[in-house]
């Protein structure tokens, strides 16, 4: 069956041969959706016949966000050290270890309904695909099962024992670098496409460069591929680890020195920046111009996980990286929708040209332009057409 979507006042395909711009804009377009896929894109007035006919009334229509980066199998909730973090007040509930505690006691039942919850809210807010990490079981069999999970509502799955050293393991990280790289790896790789790690020299609890390099060469030895937790809080070594072991994404590069910037333009590892991390916990957002200036693929990514940055919404990124980071409207645009299917390799995805998936979002607006300009209206939700 064939889908006629017309009534579209302005279509970003991010195709720069389908129309104007590195968007590939067309005004007053058409597509046409078969089999999952678009079959046709163009103006309204040159439309083909197809079976089915929907009209959008005048709205734009944008590729489905690419959400690359998540955190949503878990249990528990940190409001209160949110608000002591914004109250500028001393709070200590264990941070990580809390939502580790919290995952390892819920059941498989009430992991997966708050799982399946937030990927729903992430849906209704335009996210056609999503990136779902562990890291808060760090046991083999939390590990394990949290992936597992993830893998019912995702393909965008990725293993993240080495988020931090469990408390059991404190003082003694090499020991639990061995259990990631070898039982945890075993059982949670047939759940996972992707690992990562939180590469953070200097801080208690995550890993430092050899210890990232040992996760990352174990997991592609096991066959998966790599995506780094880089830079967030200082300039390790994590963003040039990520380009020199071929790395799909190097995420948060928040402190970059010249040297990490030149490999993420040089090399194939998109940057991949997470700026409702830095609203989350009011620190200084990254450099995305320098990024840009350098010709670094930049992505943007929601980050969604109960600590440091629970927000589902891309758009809210998008307006973020306006406003906060010096984006361009087109340039946010295309990095949460063909920057995220970059940093995941999926050439089917964050854009709209022929043969794409049929991931169309609906604006309740007549441009893209609209998704910063109204900061915290709900304006964009995935389309659902007949027959998908
Ligand atoms: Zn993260």
């Given amino acids: 069956m064939s ?4 009534g579209i006042a302005e279509l970003v395909t991010n195709d720069p041969s389908a129309g104007a711009g590195a968007l590939g804009i067309v005004a007053d377009a058409a597509v046409v959706v078969a089999d999952g896929a678009v079959a046709w894109v163009g103006p309204a007035t040159r ?5 089915v006919r929907v009209d959008v009334g005048g709205r734009a ?13 878990f249990a528990g909730d940190r409001a209160a050290e949110f608000e002591a973090r914004m109250s500028g007040t001393r709070y200590d509930g264990g941070g990580i270890a809390s939502t580790v505690a ?15 919850a937030l990927v729903a809210e ?7 695909t999503v990136e779902i990490k562990s890291g808060y ?23 993240l024992g080495a988020h931090v050293v469990p408390p059991e393991y404190a003082g003694r990280a090499g020991e639990y670098v061995g259990l990631v790289t070898g039982p945890m790896l075993e059982a949670c790789a047939p759940w996972a496409r992707w690992i ?18 040992a996760v990352l060469t174990a997991g592609r030895a096991a066959g998966l591929e790599l995506r780094v937790h880089a830079n967030q809080l200082t300039a390790g070594p994590g963003v040039r680890l990520a380009v020199e072991l071929g790395a799909a994404s190097a995420d948060h590069c928040t402190h970059l020195t010249d040297a990490d910037v030149d490999a993420l333009a040089g090399g194939g590892t998109v940057a991949t920046l997470l700026p409702g991390v830095e609203f989350a916990t009011r620190s200084p957002y ?37 406003r906060e980071m010096r984006m361009t409207p087109a340039e946010a645009l295309w990095a949460a929708t063909a920057g995220g299917a970059a940093a995941l390799r999926r050439p089917d995805v964050g854009h709209l040209g022929v043969g794409a998936r049929a991931d169309l979002a609906v604006l309740a607006a007549p441009s893209h332009v609209h998704l910063a300009y109204r900061p915290g209206v709900p304006l964009v939700k995935a389309l659902a057409l007949p027959g998908i």
Wanted: charged share 20%; with cysteine.
């Fill in 3 to 6: 889908t006629l979507v017309t």
């Fill in 47 to 51: 439309a083909p016949a197809a079976d």
């Fill in 61 to 73: 229509v944008v590729p489905g966000f690419v959400d690359s980066h998540t955190h949503l199998v």
């Fill in 102 to 116: 919290a995952t390892r006691e819920a059941s498989d039942d009430a992991l997966r309904a708050r799982l399946r």
């Fill in 122 to 128: 992430t849906r209704a807010q335009g996210t056609t």
């Fill in 137 to 159: 079981g760090l046991t083999v069999d939390d590990e394990a099962r949290c992936l597992r999970l993830a893998a019912e509502v995702t393909p965008e799955t990725t293993f």
């Fill in 196 to 213: 990562d790690v939180f590469c953070e020299p200097g801080s208690a609890h995550a890993f430092d460069g050899d210890e990232t390099r």
């Fill in 286 to 322: 990254p450099d995305a111009r320098r990024l840009l200036a350098a010709g670094a693929t930049v992505a943007l990514a929601t980050d969604c996980n109960p600590g440091s940055c629970f927000t589902s919404s891309m758009a809210f990124c998008i307006a973020l990286a306006v």
